[in-house]
């Protein structure tokens, strides 16, 4: 079964900048996994719902949601099965958890960022 882990949230200054990283484990399935699927980045501030801050698909293309652009950076590493997203220029409203999903595969745990003085 194939899990996905999210981690390098934390806390930063308005203005700061943090790198999540997304993981796929978990037996054969997830090896190479990344040449196949696709990998979306949500943010979920409070009780509102989750929100598709980032994606990128299996040819490599990429798509942000219009309050990330050109702050936000998706990539991937086909070779370790882990995807990353790169915030720059991060605000308050960027505040809340970040999750990582692979579209018919799985979600994973989520990650908190809080960007606060």
């Not at 220029?89 to 003085?117: A, F, H, K, R």
Request: contains cysteine; proline residues 3%.
């Amino acid at each position: 079964q194939v899990q996905l882990a999210e981690s390098g949230g934390g806390l930063v200054q308005p203005g700061g900048s943090l790198r999540l990283s997304c993981a796929a484990s978990g037996g054969r399935r997830s090896e190479g996994i990344f040449r196949l699927y696709g990998i979306s980045w949500y943010h979920q501030a409070l009780e509102n719902p989750r929100e598709l801050v980032a994606a990128i698909y299996s040819d490599g293309s990429t798509e942000y949601a219009d309050s990330v652009k050109g702050r936000f950076t998706i990539s991937r590493d086909k070779t370790n099965n882990t995807a990353y997203l790169q915030m720059d220029s991060l605000n308050t409203e960027d505040t809340g958890v970040y999750y990582c999903m692979m579209p018919g595969i799985t979600w994973g745990q989520g990650t908190q960022v809080t960007v606060s003085s």
